[in-house]
T-cell receptor, first 109, second 117 residues
Framework: GQNIDQPTEMTATEGAIVQINCTYQTSGFNGLFWYQQHAGEAPTFLSYNVLDGLEEKGRFSSFLSRSKGYSYLLLKELQMKDSASYLCAVKDSNYQLIWGAGTKLIIKP | GAVVSQHPSWVICKSGTSVKIECRSLDFQATTMFWYRQFPKQSLMLMATSNEGSKATYEQGVEKDKFLINHASLTLSTLTVTSAHPEDSSFYIC?????????????FGPGTRLTVT
């Protein structure tokens, strides 16, 4: 079957750095997405990786290793507004998005 | 750019009635639209995928006769929850994509919170 694993919840301190990991087992691979979802709101797009390596976008970076079926989202200089759920999703061989359950990130002052 | 709207943002209805939710892509043509349901503290659950002008493809376990989807144009899709019951109370989110390839991301609407009493 297809499976995406993320930690359920993480806690970090304002101003610090946090890394959210995602491992996947899917039938084929056509890219990996990270989305941010604040409570009661719809997800918003953060990043897309299709080749191995690190993609940096401001305070957020996303890394992909296709051979390991592994990705992480790195958030730097954490702000209170970064408290949200972070969803990892993979497009399989049929270009269908397979969603992880999300990681709830709690930022403490 | 890439804005998706949903209407209504929240709705309360009585058990047994039907509710229609609209999803519109405001500044792009959506080849494909997706309907999701999300229960509290749970991840997104894809209900169905629809392409303009064709019948929606429903995920396993989703009743097509209960959740009617119409994708009449490249900018509008509707989800009708028929004969709603309290267990249908959830956060319904649509998303739209201008393509289906690897790099095409889904743009999400703000969601509709449905409460069935």
């Amino acid at each position: 079957g297809q499976n995406i694993d993320q930690p359920t919840e993480m806690t970090a301190t304002e101003g610090a750095i946090v890394q959210i990991n995602c491992t996947y087992q899917t039938s084929g691979f056509n890219g990996l997405f990270w989305y941010q979802q604040h409570a009661g709101e719809a997800p918003t797009f953060l990043s897309y990786n299709v080749l191995d390596g690190l993609e940096e976008k401001g305070r957020f970076s996303s890394f992909l290793s296709r051979s390991k079926g592994y990705s992480y989202l790195l958030l730097k200089e954490l702000q209170m507004k970064d408290s949200a759920s972070y969803l990892c999703a993979v497009k399989d061989s049929n270009y269908q998005l397979i969603w992880g359950a999300g990681t709830k990130l709690i930022i403490k002052p | 750019g890439a804005v998706v709207s949903q209407h209504p943002s929240w709705v309360i209805c009585k058990s047994g009635t039907s509710v229609k939710i609209e999803c519109r892509s405001l500044d792009f043509q959506a080849t494909t639209m997706f309907w999701y349901r999300q229960f509290p503290k749970q991840s997104l659950m894809l209900m169905a995928t629809s392409n303009e002008g064709s019948k929606a493809t429903y995920e396993q376990g989703v009743e097509k006769d209960k959740f009617l989807i119409n994708h009449a144009s490249l900018t509008l899709s509707t989800l009708t929850v028929t004969s709603a019951h309290p267990e249908d109370s959830s956060f319904y989110i649509c998303s739209a994509s201008s393509g289906t390839g690897g790099s095409y991301e889904q743009y999400f609407g703000p969601g509709t919170r449905l409460t069935v009493t």
